[in-house]
């Protein structure tokens, strides 16, 4: 079973950096396009930055800029570099296939104070 586990979010004030990390467990990684999706109080998940499997980066307006995301197929991890964090990036973030197709990891908090 595929598994996704996601590690770095904490509490920074606006401003503040924070980089993500996903592990997964899955085989066929390298082929696979991911990406980071985020989930604040009341909304829906959305998705914030995708990498697909040649490495072509894609972003939300609202984090472009501010967030970089890459991976590393021999790891099979996917990163989530934030900086110039602000409130409105408070949210459990999650990372999953692009496509969503995956099954969902617990997310990491990132939380960013005023």
């Known amino acids: 079973q595929v598994q996704l586990v996601e590690s770095g979010g904490g509490l920074v004030q606006a401003g503040g950096s924070l980089r993500l990390s996903c592990a997964a467990s899955?085989?066929?990684?390298?082929?696979?396009?991911m990406a980071w999706f985020r989930q604040a109080p009341g909304n829906q998940r959305e998705l914030v930055a995708g990498?697909?499997?040649?490495?072509?980066?894609n972003y939300a307006d609202s984090v472009k800029g501010r967030f970089t995301i890459s991976r590393d197929n021999a790891k099979k991890m996917v990163y989530l570099e934030m900086s110039n964090l602000k409130p409105e990036d408070t949210a459990l973030y999650y990372c999953?296939?692009?496509?969503?197709?995956?099954?969902w990891g617990q997310g990491t908090q990132v939380t960013v104070s005023s």
């Open positions: 899955l085989s066929v990684f390298r082929i696979v396009d």
């Open positions: 990498v697909s499997s040649l490495g072509t980066t």
């Open positions: 999953n296939a692009r496509n969503g197709a995956l099954a």
